[in-house]
Nanobody, 122 residues
Framework: QVRLVESGGGLVQAGGSLRLSCAGSGRTFSDSTIGWFRQAPGKEREFVADINWSSEFTYHAPSVKGRFTISRDNAKNMVYLQMGSLKPEDTAVYYC???????????????WGQGTQVFVSS
């Protein structure tokens, strides 16, 4: 299995930046697609971005494209979400998740971290 632990959440002012980290372990981590999802209170879980095993392919949701950037360093078993130009509507619990293959639906991801809270104040 793949084990994932998020970190880096916290409180930030609107317009600010924050970098989330996802530390992975398990024999298949480096072969996995890793996605970031978020869930705000009362809202459904929302896709944010994902990256394939080699970093050749990335995909960012329209709501964050141009503001957020996903990246990974397989040598360190790390995946990152660099968030800039943050808005209050970005406030949510952010999760990283892993799957084999390429896809953007939460139901297709097999392993999930515990989540990290991001709060963006106005």
């Amino acid at each position: 299995q793949v084990r994932l632990v998020e970190s880096g959440g916290g409180l930030v002012q609107a317009g600010g930046s924050l970098r989330l980290s996802c530390a992975g372990s398990g024999r298949t981590f480096s072969d996995s697609t890793i996605g970031w999802f978020r869930q705000a209170p009362g809202k459904e879980r929302e896709f944010v971005a994902d990256i394939n095993w080699s970093s050749e392919f990335t995909y960012h949701a329209p709501s964050v494209k141009g503001r957020f950037t996903i990246s990974r360093d397989n040598a360190k078993n790390m995946v990152y979400l660099q968030m800039g130009s943050l808005k209050p509507e970005d406030t949510a619990v952010y999760y990283c998740a892993a799957r084999m293959g390429w896809g953007h639906l939460a139901d297709e991801y097999d392993y999930w971290g515990q989540g990290t809270q991001v709060f963006v104040s106005s």
